[in-house]
């Protein structure tokens, strides 16, 4: 017998190597004594109890639809902060709410805010964020956000001075004239492996920079008086089937499955998510019922009708097309170096300092006209060739925003399967009609 072994069994207490075991165990009245003899009881649930809280759990974070058994609806924003980003600075808000655990985010685009020292009708601003906590301080509001115009580096001192002079309306309201144009709104789905490496199977990292390129300098189709807008970056990873489920779907897709046929062969829906939560941000930021509405940026028809039957006024749609398929011409310019993915170059843009995305439409979303964009592309070749290309991909703002257009065969595949097998409403280019699929 080992001698380790029996020096052990002798000890007192003994050894013990259950994490969570209490050695002393309990009395009647539940409490904890310290009586010798041994009484092993767990202070864990049993297994098959634990795997089933997990589960639920689970189903809780994924299926938002069971809103039956949940509790009315309540969304809090908990913090706001200014965030300067390759477009132009926005506020970001981050909300709690009480029907998953996920903290989802909204990017507010309204620059003016920054400027004012009261409150406008017209600004986006977050209502639960605005309100008067119970036993804050002055420094307490400032810290998550809660400031009207912009903080300067001595606003805590004269802030914390008058600590305790909060009343019930702490800033000026002026009413305006309501804005003529409804706000652009995207309702983005998390997707960690489009934002984060640029994953070219989806479009999702170019949508999100390409909505909030859009909210600063207008559409195609509306000349914006002045940036503003809202992205509700809902985290919903994998059409809210969750990140590990989507990594399966895609490889479900390397075998020839369509994004939908992938979904459904692990047991899920084409699509599993639901917008109440999204709706009520919205409404937290001023734009539910008695607002002049949205103009929803998106292709999904799902998500227009789904916000209309939450209550949000949906006045108008702005499609999302990919950058790549406003940029067909060019394959034909044949332009060395700049023929690889994602780079679909704007040199006007470049040479204004290069704050903007690198495409080649213009400001107002249009295309460029062909001749002139390829006159001053080799214009710039010839003058700076290296340079340039530098600038093209080493772009302020380390993520992909700000980054340029997304193309390749897979994402080809997975925009063509949301228009034919999910409704999408966006029309395929001529020349992308034929995807050649691989054997
Ligand atoms: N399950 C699954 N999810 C994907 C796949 N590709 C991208 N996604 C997820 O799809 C979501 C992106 O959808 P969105 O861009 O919000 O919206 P959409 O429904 O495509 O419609 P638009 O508003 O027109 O863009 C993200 O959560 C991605 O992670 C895929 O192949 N399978």
Same mark, same amino acid.
């Given at each position: 017998m080992d001698p380790m072994i029996l020096a052990l069994s002798g000890s007192k207490p003994p050894t013990h190597n259950?994490?969570?075991?209490?050695? /002393?165990g309990y009395d009647s009245s539940g409490t904890r004594s310290k009586r010798l003899s041994v009484n092993h009881q767990s202070l864990q649930k049993p297994r098959k109890e634990r795997l089933n809280d997990l589960k639920n759990e689970k189903k809780y974070a994924i299926n =938002?639809? #069971?809103?039956?058994?949940?509790p009315p609806l309540e969304v809090i924003c908990q913090v706001r902060t200014r965030i300067p980003t390759p477009h132009g600075e926005i506020f970001c808000h981050l909300y709690t709410n009480n029907h998953d655990k996920k903290e989802h985010l909204a990017f507010v685009v309204?620059?003016? @805010? #920054? @400027? !004012?020292e009261f409150v406008s009708s017209n600004d986006l601003r977050s209502k639960s964020l605005d309100a008067i906590r119970s036993g804050e301080s002055e420094l307490d509001r400032l810290t998550r956000g809660a400031y009207v115009g912009k903080i300067k580096r001595n606003s805590a001192e004269i802030n914390i001075a008058s =600590?305790?002079?909060?009343?019930?309306?702490p800033y000026t309201l002026r009413q305006e004239h309501k804005d003529p144009l409804a706000p652009l709104v995207r309702i983005h789905s998390e997707c960690y492996t489009g934002e984060t490496? &640029?994953? @070219? !199977?989806?479009d999702c990292g170019e949508q999100l920079d390409e909505a909030l390129r859009q909210m600063f300098v207008g559409t195609s189709k509306d000349q914006h008086t002045k940036p503003r807008g809202v992205i509700v970056y809902m985290r919903q990873e994998g059409r809210g089937i969750g990140l590990a489920a989507k990594l399966r779907a895609y490889n479900l897709q390397d075998l020839g499955h369509d994004t939908v046929t992938a979904n459904e062969l692990l047991g899920f829906g084409a699509d599993e998510r639901t917008y109440e939560i999204s709706a009520s941000i919205l409404r937290d930021l $001023? #734009? $539910?019922?008695?607002?002049? $509405?949205i103009r929803l940026m998106t292709n999904n028809p799902d998500k227009v009708n789904a916000l209309e039957f939450e209550g949000?006024?949906?006045s108008d749609r702005v499609e999302m097309i990919p950058r790549a398929w406003k940029c067909n011409h060019l394959e034909e310019l044949k332009i060395k170096g700049l023929k @690889?993915?994602? #780079? /679909?170059?704007n040199p006007r843009r470049f040479s204004t300092g290069g704050e903007q995305t690198p495409t080649?439409?213009?400001?107002?979303g249009e295309e460029e006209d062909k001749d002139v964009f390829a006159k001053t592309l080799s214009t710039a070749e010839n003058d700076s060739g290296d340079e340039y290309l530098q600038h093209v991909l080493r772009r302020? $703002?380390? &993520?992909?925003? &700000?980054a340029g257009a997304t193309q390749g065969e897979d994402l080809e595949r997975y925009l063509r399967t949301k228009i034919? !097998?999910?409704?999408?409403?966006i029309t395929i280019p001529k020349d992308k009609e034929q995807i050649e699929e691989k054997k």
């Open positions: 259950h994490y969570h075991h209490d050695w /002393f =938002t639809s #069971l809103s039956l058994e949940k309204d620059p003016e @805010q #920054l @400027q !004012r =600590t305790n002079s909060l009343n019930a309306s490496i &640029g994953s @070219q !199977r989806c $001023g #734009l $539910g019922i008695g607002s002049s $509405g949000i006024p949906v @690889q993915k994602h #780079l /679909f170059a080649c439409v213009n400001e107002k302020s $703002g380390a &993520g992909l925003i &700000g034919e !097998r999910m409704g999408h409403l």
